[in-house]
């Protein structure tokens, strides 16, 4: 059974800094893997989607990467602001139609 | 363009008592489906469908039935609700999962059974 884990659950950072989040996923034999976005009593936001056979991408001060073999994907957010303050979850797709989640990382920016 | 419609927003209910909750989307996706989210335990899939007249189980089907017939519209079912599916419920629509596509997803609908 797939199982996605993303470290750390929460994490809190001043404002300007880079910083990383991660996710990791125990069968890498996966479709595609996603990064979504959920603000307070909100839905998800897509933020990235990572095909299969890709190993990066860009959208702005996002990046992320996937490394299928070890099965881990990282999220990069350059130049963070205190409006990147949500929580970050990452999904990989088990089959066309079937996403698992990690439980997310909590994000705080600090003005 | 209204994207992913679900409602109700909050609802309370009563154990055993059943409702519905309703999905609706506009952009003509052949692929919807529920999760349910809960505090540590991410977002898991209820059931899913790829069109209309098809639906499937997902992880978490028990306690829940599902119909799809039309192109726009997926409701969830509880039939007897229980104090174990208070949760948060997410419905999502996509062209085809997998595909490149954006997934898209509902603003939610807060259940508590009591």
């Known amino acids: 059974k797939q199982e996605v884990t993303q470290i750390p659950a929460a994490l809190s950072v001043p404002e300007g800094e880079n910083l990383v989040l991660n996710c990791s996923f125990t069968d890498s034999a996966i479709y595609n893997l996603q990064w979504f976005r959920q603000d307070p009593g909100k839905g998800l936001t897509s933020l990235l989607l990572i095909q299969s056979s890709q190993r990066e991408q860009t959208s702005g001060r996002l990046n992320a990467s996937l490394d299928k073999s070890s099965g881990r994907s990282t999220l990069y957010i350059a130049a963070s602001q205190p409006g990147d303050s949500a929580t970050y979850l990452c999904?990989?797709?088990?089959?066309?139609?079937?996403?698992?989640f990690g439980q997310g990382t909590r994000l705080t920016i600090n003005p | 363009n209204a994207g992913v419609t679900q409602t109700p927003k909050f609802q309370v209910l009563k154990t055993g008592q059943s409702m519905t909750l309703q999905c609706a989307q506009d952009m003509n996706h052949e692929y919807m489906s529920w999760y349910r989210q809960d505090p540590g335990m991410g977002l898991r899939l209820i059931h899913y469908?790829?069109?209309?007249?098809?639906?499937d189980q997902g992880e978490v089907p028990n306690g829940y039935n599902v119909s799809r017939s039309t192109t726009e519209d997926f409701p969830l079912r509880l039939l007897s609700a229980a104090p174990s599916q208070t949760s948060v419920y997410f419905c999502?629509?996509?062209?085809?999962?997998?595909?490149?596509?954006?997934?898209?997803f509902g603003e939610g609908s807060w259940l508590t059974v009591v």
């Open positions: 999904a990989v797709y088990q089959g066309a139609q079937k996403l698992v």
């Open positions: 999502a629509s996509s062209p085809l999962v997998g595909s490149g596509n954006t997934i898209y």
């Open positions: 469908s790829v069109g209309a007249g098809i639906t």
